[in-house]
T-cell receptor, first 112, second 116 residues
Framework: DAKTTQPNSMESNEEEPVHLPCNHS???????IHWYRQLPSQGPEYVIH???SNVNNRMASLAIAEDRKSSTLILHRATLRDAAVYYC?????????????FGKGTRLSVIA | NAGVTQTPKFRILKIGQSMTLQCTQDMNHNYMYWYRQDPGMGLKLIYYSVGAGITDKGEVPNGYNVSRSTTEDFPLRLELAAPSQTSVYFC???????????????FGNGTRLTVT
């Protein structure tokens, strides 16, 4: 699986937008970009995924660079509940439901 | 739906003891996975299953065994517990039918295991 690079940690003020970057310069044409987050003392939860176009859902937005070598998860208005570790993961869609490979992710702190 | 349920939530084992971590899901998912997470690290895959009767090794399978006799259950067995197996264990499931290659994983809340 192609590798992703994320900052170890980021900080945000409550009610402000947060942009979480992810670099994946070796991404292949069949890799989807997935984001999961892990709240303290819980299992990871799915946030969003995309292939080429920007994606929106109720939790977040995913902005994908035109060359697909990077992407950004956008939380439009951070709340204290968004403090978590965020994982950016590539998943080859030709391999079926292959297990996800987790890196260390970005630890997001939200300040009240 | 309860989703993915893991039991127990916490357990302390002595070196050499054995135990089974239970995982059950009520979403009729074909795929199930076991991960472990050491402090400050990401999750590492231990074993996974694509359906009843089929299991496969992940990145760190040594010291563990699994079985998948039903769609709902995917227990993880530790035969001879070692301090290196002190970790938080997460079970997950995902659907695997049709064009569901991007179906998200649903995780349980984990079992925190300490081996002393």
């Amino acid at each position: 699986d192609a590798k992703t690079t994320q900052p170890n940690s980021m900080e945000s003020n409550e009610e402000e937008p947060v942009h979480l970057p992810c670099n994946h310069s070796t991404i292949s044409g069949t890799d989807y970009i997935h984001w999961y987050r892990q709240l303290p003392s819980q299992g990871p939860e799915y946030v969003i995924h995309g292939l080429t176009s920007n994606v929106n859902n109720r939790m977040a937005s995913l902005a994908i660079a035109e060359d697909r070598k990077s992407s950004t998860l956008i939380l439009h208005r951070a709340t204290l509940r968004d403090a978590a570790v965020y994982y950016c993961i590539l998943r080859d869609f030709t391999s079926g439901n292959t297990p996800l490979v987790f890196g260390k992710g970005t630890r997001l702190s939200v300040i009240a | 739906n309860a989703g993915v349920t893991q039991t127990p939530k916490f357990r302390i084992l002595k070196i050499g003891q054995s135990m089974t971590l239970q995982c059950t899901q009520d979403m009729n998912h074909n795929y199930m996975y076991w991960y472990r997470q050491d402090p400050g690290m990401g999750l590492k895959l231990i074993y996974y299953s694509v359906g009843a009767g089929i299991t496969d090794k992940g990145e760190v399978p040594n010291g563990y065994n699994v079985s998948r006799s039903t769609t709902e259950d995917f227990p993880l067995r530790l035969e001879l517990a070692a301090p290196s197996q002190t970790s938080v264990y997460f079970c997950a499931s995902s659907t695997g039918t049709g064009r569901s290659y991007n179906s998200p994983l649903h995780f349980g809340n984990g079992t925190r295991l300490t081996v002393t």
